[in-house]
């Protein structure tokens, strides 16, 4: 399980139905030094981490691109998953970016729908230091008549 931290998070229970950028963007700091850059998590391999919160519905593909940008205004593809067929994106979905070390100062997500509109969903999407692997298990407890 991940700990949320609200300044690492670009979407919150934000609503999919066109084609549209995260509401919001995080900040990462100005650098002291241009010529190193930032290193985004001190040697621990972040990850976008994009949560189903509410079923998408609908028809279409949904592809999921990480931009970063040096000004907060003209924003730039970094990584990206493939589209994603609605019907794969039922609510609990994650799906994981894996976030470079160098990355430009500001960072989001770029939701682009293919052959829609969704007619509903939400996503929540932030970074975080691990992913999140949940595994069912039988019940091991036996029942005492």
């Known amino acids: 399980m991940s700990i949320i931290d609200r ?23 100005a650098t002291k030094n241009a010529a190193i850059g930032r290193d985004l998590g001190g040697g621990t391999q972040l990850f976008m ?32 998953l493939p589209p994603i067929a609605v019907a794969s994106l039922p609510v609990g979905t994650r799906l994981y970016i894996p976030l470079p070390a160098k ?11 293919a052959s829609g509109p969704f007619t509903g969903g939400t996503l929540s999407a ?9 595994r069912a298990y039988p019940d091991s407890l036996s029942k005492v008549v």
């Open 49 to 80: 981490e994009i949560c189903v919160t509410a079923t998408m519905t609908g028809a279409g593909t949904l592809a999921i691109a990480l931009q970063d940008s040096a000004d907060n205004s003209s924003f730039a593809d970094v990584l990206s």
């Open 103 to 113: 990355m430009r100062r500001y960072i989001r997500n770029n939701y682009t729908i």
């Open 7 to 29: 300044f690492l998070q670009v979407s919150n229970n934000q609503a999919i139905t066109v084609t549209a950028v995260s509401t919001d963007v995080i900040d990462a700091g």
């Open 126 to 134: 932030q970074v975080v230091d691990g992913m999140t692997v949940e």
